[in-house]
């Protein structure tokens, strides 16, 4: 089967080249960084002894920022709220633990 190679032909397969490029580009940059991320996520869950599910993640949050309200409530002096959001992020954060 005999093509033509005209002008518009080689546009095209430059063109077809070029994004071919780019996708490769992209392909290998984000399989590099969901790598990583994987990686992260393992070495996180194994040093605090939990499974690495997305639902212990979501707690593992969960516990810092009720943390963090514990952390807010004593810096505004209020040992009631930094008693309240204490327990509730070592409730949270203790049920992680394997």
Do not use: C, Q
Not at 50 to 77: E, Y
Not at 82 to 91: G, H, K
Request: aromatic share 14%.
């Amino acid at each position: 089967m005999h093509t033509e190679d005209g002008f518009f032909a080689s546009l095209g397969g430059m063109l077809g080249e070029a994004l071919r490029g780019v996708v490769a580009g992209i392909k290998w940059l984000l399989g590099g960084l969901g790598g990583a991320l994987g990686d992260f996520y393992s070495g996180l869950a194994g040093a605090m002894g939990m499974n690495p599910s997305i639902f212990n993640f979501v707690l593992l949050v969960l516990g810092l920022m009720f943390l963090w309200g514990a952390v807010k409530a004593i810096l505004r002096r209020s040992i009631l709220g930094f008693i309240f959001w204490l327990f509730l992020a070592v409730l949270v954060l203790g049920g992680l633990v394997n």
